[in-house]
T-cell receptor, first 112, second 112 residues
Framework: DTGVSQDPRHKITKRGQNVTFRCDPISEHNRLYWYRQTLGQGPEFLTYFQNEAQLEKSRLLSDRFSAERPKGSFSTLEIQRTEQGDSAMYLC??????????FGQGTRLTVV | GENVEQHPSTLSVQEGDSAVIKCTYSDSASNYFPWYKQELGKRPQLIIDIRSNVGEKKDQRIAVTLNKTAKHFSLHITETQPEDSAVYFCAASLTSYDKVIFGPGTSLSVIP
């Protein structure tokens, strides 16, 4: 599969635990985006990278959230001290500088 | 920042009829307007897009129109089929490779 890959697909965690998600973009895509989607809503922008540089972070991204893209390839999104309100689908997308982004299948997080 | 509104939130049509979804945006700097289709449990998929230098674009049964002065854009699906049933999101962005701001979505049901 040469599309955007996200791991894991599903994650159930207890409130207060830390979780980390991984996104592997399409090969040679230099831009990588993270979005969050709750049930019945459109995806909300969280942050994005151009190569390894994090260019923008949404105000939605509290201090408990951190994203990295250390070598400009895959990216990780970590949520510390999870809360029930963090339950959502976390979507990753990637693109090149002149074209639209393609989305991964997402990681569905459930905080119990 | 950009805000995208979308109407209606739900739409039910008979197979073969047309469906129209309307959106407005707030940021006059937006120049790229993609439309995504999301089936239950799947990733958003780009179905058509339009750039600000174009007023209308058509791809088989799907057409989009853009009125940049009024900050309105619309999706038209003709000869609807049951497989068109999904949630449709309009969105706005500065360019095709910038962060995308999504509308809240329209749940389309095509009744056989």
């Amino acid at each position: 599969d040469t599309g955007v890959s996200q791991d894991p697909r599903h994650k159930i965690t207890k409130r207060g635990q830390n979780v980390t998600f991984r996104c592997d973009p399409i090969s040679e895509h230099n831009r990588l985006y993270w979005y969050r989607q709750t049930l019945g809503q459109g995806p909300e922008f969280l942050t994005y990278f151009q190569n390894e540089a994090q260019l923008e972070k949404s105000r939605l991204l509290s201090d408990r959230f951190s994203a990295e893209r250390p070598k400009g390839s895959f990216s990780t999104l970590e949520i510390q001290r999870t809360e029930q309100g963090d339950s959502a689908m976390y979507l990753c997308a990637s693109s090149v500088d002149w074209a639209e982004a393609f989305f991964g299948q997402g990681t569905r997080l459930t905080v119990v | 920042g950009e805000n995208v509104e979308q109407h209606p939130s739900t739409l039910s049509v008979q197979e073969g009829d047309s469906a129209v979804i309307k959106c407005t945006y707030s940021d006059s700097a937006s120049n790229y307007f993609p439309w995504y289709k999301q089936e239950l449990g799947k990733r958003p998929q780009l179905i058509i897009d339009i750039r600000s230098n174009v007023g209308e674009k058509k791809d088989q049964r799907i057409a989009v129109t853009l009125n940049k002065t009024a900050k309105h854009f619309s999706l038209h699906i003709t000869e609807t089929q049951p497989e068109d049933s999904a949630v449709y999101f309009c969105a706005a962005s500065l360019t095709s490779y910038d962060k995308v701001i999504f509308g809240p979505g329209t749940s389309l049901s095509v009744i056989p």
